[in-house]
């Protein structure tokens, strides 16, 4: 098993960034593809990024292409959101989860087991 927590989340002004961070307790962390979602409110949960267990491969989401990177240390149990460029509609709860299905193309949520509480993100106008 394997447990998850985020860090990094706050309120920042448009345009600024911000570095989410999802520490996984465990041996086998290396193991796992890890993948990043949000739901903003009203809003179903969505996919924002995922990443194999190498570093290797990488998905993103369209709306954060080019602005948003994925990233891992297995040697901290670590997986990294660098966000750039931030938008309004960015604003949301930031999940990271992890499987140990990931193939890697974008993966569905049902394929992860493992979840964090998440982390508030906020982008103001």
């Known amino acids: 098993q394997v447990q998850l927590v985020e860090s990094g989340g706050g309120l920042v002004q448009a345009g600024a960034s911000l570095r989410l961070s999802c520490a996984a307790s465990?041996?086998?962390?290396?193991?796992?593809?890890m993948g990043w979602f949000r739901q903003a409110p009203g809003r179903e949960r969505e996919f924002v990024a995922a990443?194999?267990?190498?570093?290797?491969?990488?998905n993103y989401a369209d709306s954060v292409k080019g602005r948003f990177t994925v990233s891992r240390d297995n040697t901290k149990n670590t997986v990294f959101l660098q966000m750039n460029s931030l938008k309004p509609e960015d604003t949301a709860i930031y999940y990271c989860?992890?499987?140990?299905?990931?193939?890697?193309?974008?993966?569905?949520?049902?394929?992860?087991?493992?979840w964090g509480q998440g982390t508030q993100v906020t982008v103001s106008s």
């Open positions: 465990g041996r086998t962390f290396s193991s796992y593809g």
């Open positions: 990443i194999n267990w190498s570093g290797r491969a990488t």
């Open positions: 989860a992890a499987t140990t299905q990931y193939t890697g193309t974008t993966p569905e949520q049902g394929l992860f087991g493992y």
